[in-house]
Every structure is written in C-alpha cells, then in structure tokens.
C-alpha cells in the first residue's frame, strides 16, 4: 500500500500497545513534547476511559472525541478532572466531537477553521508558540451518509489554508473512511493521495475497528510534520467498538506553571494539634493595630497547622485519586485485569472467552457504583444540614465544573489579535468609528 511505504520511510508503524505502554509512551515525551489521544465514545462511556487514564503517571497533553453524542444542555457532565473541555454537538442523535485539553495548555479556539457542511463536526485550536511555529490541533467526525468527494474537496482546502498560515497540524478523527481499502476503492485512494499532495502523513496503519466479521481503519490522525513524530498506534482498550488511536510528537507546547499542593494529614495528631493551640498565648499577639493583630494571628495558626499538616507537592496520581476518592486500590487492580481479559479474550474472536470478558466488566460496573454510591451516602448524610457542602457534594457527582471562558481571539482585517489592550484598542476603534462610518454611506 502506497502510503504504508511512506510511513516507512519515515519509521512511522502504527502497532497495537496495551494501556500499560501506551501510558509509558506518553510519560516519555513528557517535557520533551506532546502527547495526543483520540478514541470514539460516547460521553456515557468517559468513566471507562477515566479508567483508563488512572493508570497514566502521565497524562496525555490533549484528548480528542468523536461521536459524543453530546446535547446542549448535558456539557457539564464531560468533565475529565485536569482538563477543559471545547466541543461541537451534532443537530442529529448521532456524532459530535470534543477536545479536552491540559489545564495548563495555553490554547485559542480558531472557530474559522471548523466545517460548515452538513454531516460532519469539527472542533479546532491553535496553541500559541514564541520563536516556533504555532500548532493546529483539531478533531472531525464525518457521518457515514456524508458525501465523500465533498468532504476531500473541503478538507483539501483547510489543509492547503493551515500550510499557507506556515502552522504545524495535527488532526485526528473517525472520519468513516476506510483507508485498508487505499488500493481497491477509488473514493478512498482519491482521498489519502489528497492527503499527502497537501503534506499531511496518515500515521494510524492498521485497524482500529476490529468485530467478529470485518476490521476496517476508519480512525484517523494526519500531521504535516512527521518528522515530529516520535511514536504511534492504537491501544488495545475497551472503550467502545473502536479502539484508541494515539501519538507522541517531539514538538513543545508552551506551559503555564500550575503547581497544585495539598496537606498532608496523614501524620496528623488532633490531640497534639490541640496542644499545641493552648500554648499559645493570644493576648501577646494582641496589638493597637487591629490589622497587624489579625496578621500575627494568622502568622501563629499557620505555623501551628504546618507543623502537624504540612503542604506537600501533589502528584499527578494523587490528584486522580483526589477526584474520585471512591476508587480503591482493589478497584484499580480489577479495571487493570479487566483491560487483560479485553486483550486475550475478547480480541480472540472466541465467542466463549468474549462472554467471559463480559460477565467480569459487568461485574466490575456494579462494583463501581456500589463504590461510589457507599462514598457519597455518608457524606451525605455527615453534611445534611450544610447547603453549601452539599452542593459541593453534588458537583463532585455529577463531574460539574467550573465554568471557564476560554480565550477567544479576535479577527479584525483578517488579523488575529490576543493581546488585551490590543484587542480593547480594536473595540473602541470599531465603536467610536461607527457614526462616521454609517454617515459617509448614506446619500448625499
């Protein structure tokens, strides 16, 4: 297959990894470069993929989501903890697709370079880089009714238009063409040669949705750097019918620093801390000043309090667990087993072995929320007079987040303009200049 000898050329080789190794991919790169996960699930099945991402000690840099299936009204309930979140829901029961990325990825949205056809969403970023170039990332979904020569035409076109911005791309997607059949069927081979005439590398070679009767390679991720590209392939993971595609690039992303810290109780005296409060004489930090009381006050309670529970740092695991508390170290041990029992039983096309697969994952799933339901019941119950802690509680249930405005840049003269003061000089050119403009329109 022609492009198969491309990607050999360039050493790209698309195996199948477990969740073990593909997670030691992802830490590898760390520091180094970025990683990029894209898996076709429901939003549903996002606890199955937090599964997944627990055994990470490092995560991947940006998760991309086809077929979400998402409604307007249920986005608060796609939170991945250390992530935003930017989507484009589908005005059909089926589709839509989303990017979570990295809190601490400093990204724009470039809603000018999503599709606008029908059967098809999409959803762009650009991470904005000093002395390098900047990066495109983008997820699509293209629904298998679409038109096919429509959508390449298209395609073409925003990849001709990503390589005249001189801007690094990658893209992924199940794009619903099965590129297995590069040399049998004319569509396809028309559409991965539109691919490299544009310079864009497919990097996924082998299938990624694997039943009973037939395989097919209809999850995608392309870039037009492959030099850039460190590893690639498919994890064997239980997500839902199609597998996870994945890649890591030596390409830096800029960061901001976002230590997160935490006290440690687990030496923790209460009596000793109570102790310790009663040597404190109070009246001595009494002062004239009633701000500079105040201050001394605060000065010896903290002193006190990082002495018996002091910050330390929080670990990327650590704040997993943080965010689900309910997940024990014998649930993880048994989602690990499950992903095991995925890869030889299910993967073996022995019907038997498959129902035994299925029989531990559906006990697993009670399991879980039994879990979850014995955590939060006396949390509950511990907080019922307390509005605000349970409101809290009831956040941490349904995964709500935070709203966060992400940044927006602003077009002007076909510009782009996100710096702050720039963009209010921009607003307050446009509005003081909207009299003259409309006055010197109308006829004399």
Not at 274 to 303: A, G, R, W, Y
Not at 390 to 395: A, E, N, V
Request: proline residues 4%; aromatic residues 10%; glycine residues 4%.
């Amino acid at each position: 297959m022609h492009y198969h000898t491309c990607a050999n050329d360039l050493n790209i080789e698309s195996r199948y990894y477990d969740i073990k190794q593909m997670c030691k991919y992802f830490q590898q790169i760390h520091n180094k470069g970025f990683s990029f996960l894209h898996c076709n699930t429901l939003s549903k099945n996002l606890s199955l993929l937090n599964d997944i991402l627990q055994f990470c000690k490092e995560m991947p840099s940006i998760i991309a989501i086809s077929e979400t299936k998402l409604l307007d009204n249920n986005w608060a309930n796609v939170c991945i903890p250390g992530y935003n979140f930017l989507g484009t829901n589908s005005p059909t029961n089926a589709g839509g697709v989303g990017l979570y990325i990295r809190e601490h990825v400093i990204f724009m949205r470039r809603q000018d370079l999503d599709f606008n056809m029908e059967g098809l969403e999409s959803c762009f970023i650009e991470i904005t880089r000093q002395r390098q170039k900047n990066v495109i990332v983008g997820c699509i979904y293209r629904h298998p009714s679409g038109k096919l020569d429509t959508f390449t035409e298209i395609l073409n076109q925003k990849l001709n238009h990503i390589n005249s911005l001189g801007l690094e791309a990658y893209i992924a997607g199940d794009i619903n063409i099965d590129c297995l059949k590069y040399s049998s069927d004319r569509p396809t081979g028309e559409f991965v040669d539109m691919l490299f005439s544009s310079g864009f590398m497919p990097l996924i070679t082998k299938a990624t949705r694997i039943t009973y009767h037939c395989k097919t390679l209809i999850d995608h991720i392309y870039t037009n750097t492959p030099e850039k590209v460190t590893k690639s392939g498919i994890c064997v993971a239980d997500i839902s019918d199609h597998l996870p595609c994945f890649g890591t690039f030596s390409s830096k992303l800029p960061l901001e620093n976002q230590k997160k810290y935490h006290r440690d109780f687990s030496q923790f005296s209460k009596q000793k801390f109570i102790n310790d409060l009663d040597e404190i004489d109070f009246m001595t930090l009494v002062s004239p000043d009633v701000n500079q009381s105040m201050k001394n006050i605060e000065h010896t309670l903290s002193k006190v309090t990082d002495k018996h529970a002091p910050f330390k740092k929080v670990s990327i695991s650590q704040r997993k667990r943080l965010k689900k508390p309910w997940i024990t170290n014998c649930i993880l041990v048994s989602i690990k087993k499950k992903q095991k029992l995925f890869k030889s039983h299910f993967m073996s096309n022995d019907p038997e072995r498959a129902k035994e697969y299925k029989t531990y994952k559906n006990k697993l799933t009670k399991i879980k929320e039994i879990a979850k339901k014995n955590y939060f019941q006396p949390q509950f119950d511990m907080h019922k007079g307390n509005i605000k802690m349970s409101w809290k509680l009831i956040g941490m249930l349904i995964n709500r987040k935070k709203n966060k405005v992400p940044h927006i840049p602003k077009l002007r003269y076909n510009k782009c303009f996100t710096d702050k003061l720039n963009i209010c000089d921009k607003l307050n050119e446009q509005f003081t200049n909207i009299g003259p403009t409309l006055s010197a329109q109308l006829p004399a």
